[in-house]
């Protein structure tokens, strides 16, 4: 019988030696996974870095594109404010060429009105009526005495610009 109790005994550290060996087969199957996993999970994550990076470049080439055309409209907008500014100097300018001319024309008419209504009671003895063919109505419905009143105005946006 001992020699059955040194066989059991020997099949016992065969098997325990057989079994370290499927634990550490084991072991390094598990640490392969893990390995082989840890290897998926950084190329997933360097893909998803890359991506992110990729849609952080679009995004800012698409900013830029249209921050370039929003400054493109602005220097349109403005030069076209600037446009419509200088037009409107030149309207004020002939605005205020005009209403000095209106102002100097009211005056003349009613230098000749008032010179008219003198001339007319003085001629007829106070009858109040108005001659056609008085010396100062001819005077004035002559051109070559008021050819400064035809002249164009000569305003342009060059005047006024700094």
């Known amino acids: ?57 679009a995004q800012a080439a698409h900013l830029r594109k249209e921050n370039h055309q929003i400054l493109t409209n602005i220097n349109i907008s403005t030069q076209h404010f600037l446009n419509i500014e200088a037009e409107n100097l030149v309207l004020r300018a002939q605005l205020d060429e005009l209403s000095h001319r209106l102002q100097y024309l009211d ?16 001629m007829y003895g106070g009858a109040s009526s108005f001659i056609t063919e008085s010396p100062v109505t001819d005077n004035f419905m002559n051109p070559i005495n008021f050819s400064n009143l035809n002249q164009p105005i000569m305003a342009s946006a060059d005047m006024f610009q700094c």
């Open 1 to 57: 019988m001992g020699s059955s109790s040194g066989a059991s005994s020997g099949g016992s550290v065969l098997q325990s030696s057989g079994s370290e060996e499927d634990l550490r087969a084991l072991m390094d199957q598990r640490k392969r996974k893990r390995m082989i996993s840890n290897r998926e999970s950084a190329r997933r994550s360097r893909l998803r870095k890359q991506k992110h990076l990729d849609d952080l470049m």
């Open 107 to 122: 005056e003349i008419i009613t230098f000749l009105s008032t010179t008219s209504a003198n001339n007319t009671t003085a």
